[in-house]
């Protein structure tokens, strides 16, 4: 069983940056897929980025590509989505999600476990 926490959301205007975390427990985590997901107001959760268990690979949805940085540190369980150049249309939950066995992917339902959540809003 792996417990996922997120941390770093907050309230930022437009243009400013965000760092958001993710803590993982759990021996196994440097094995894991982990991803980002959002749901803003009414709308269904949808993939923000992924990376691979070695960090070697990485994915990221078309809306945020060259804005967003997924990362991780597998001495700290931890990985980070870094999100600069931030839209009011970024504002929504960020999720923090893991994939036990498998590749990258965007599917919601390939993933494991998932956190809590942290909101970000982004004011115009």
């Known amino acids: 069983q792996v417990q996922l926490v997120e941390s770093g959301g907050g309230l930022v205007q437009a243009g400013g940056s965000l760092r958001l975390s993710c803590a993982a427990s759990?021996?196994?985590?440097?094995?894991?897929?982990m991803g980002w997901f959002r749901q803003a107001p009414g709308k269904e959760r949808e993939f923000v980025a992924t990376?691979?268990?070695?960090?070697?690979?990485?994915y990221y949805a078309d809306s945020v590509k060259g804005r967003f940085t997924i990362s991780r540190d597998n001495t700290k369980n931890t990985v980070y989505l870094q999100m600069n150049s931030l839209k009011p249309d970024d504002t929504a939950v960020y999720y923090c999600?893991?994939?036990?066995?498998?590749?990258?992917?965007?599917?919601?339902?390939?993933?494991?476990?998932w956190g809590q959540g942290t909101q970000v809003t982004v004011s115009s």
């Open positions: 990376i691979n268990w070695s960090g070697g690979s990485t």
């Open positions: 759990g021996r196994t985590f440097s094995s894991y897929t």
């Open positions: 999600a893991g994939r036990q066995r498998g590749l990258v992917t965007t599917y919601v339902y390939d993933y494991d476990y």
